[in-house]
């Protein structure tokens, strides 16, 4: 993962994401989700959208369903989880964003909550991790 030089970032016990800004204020999930602006840069960057082409499959795609489970459009389902779970975590999209998203705290945090909110089989709980 790539800390910023300037920043002082964790996720904090709640699972939500928390990057101190200049002025020293934390921010939150919803705040960092923001942060994407859809240009598409992380696209070629990602494994899992490289092999099936699949938008939800990106971290474009994942952001937007972040957003909508945060908002409460989406529901957290199988199909959802599925889409986290691929996911390979490289991270080579954090370095390809020019708007700096921290989706290396997004993710992380997302994947916090579905352990909570989706509780794993053995065997699919042995896979993911």
Not at 4 to 16: I, K, L
Not at 56 to 67: A, H, V
Request: with cysteine; hydrophobic share 35%.
């Amino acid at each position: 993962m790539r800390a910023a030089s300037s920043e002082a970032c964790n996720v904090n016990s709640s699972t939500q994401p928390s990057e101190a800004s200049g002025a020293g204020a934390p921010r939150g999930f919803d705040d960092l989700i923001g942060d994407c602006v859809h240009c598409g840069f992380c696209l070629p960057a990602c494994p899992t959208y490289k092999s099936w082409g699949n938008e939800m499959d990106s971290p474009r795609g994942r952001i937007d369903l972040m957003k909508g489970l945060s908002s409460g459009v989406l529901v957290l389902d199988e199909t959802v989880t599925a889409h986290f779970d691929r996911c390979l975590a490289c991270m080579a999209c954090v370095t390809a964003c020019p708007s700096g998203v921290r989706y290396d705290l997004l993710i992380e945090a997302q994947r916090a909550k579905l352990e909570v909110s989706a509780p794993r089989t053995f065997a699919t709980g042995f896979f993911a991790n």
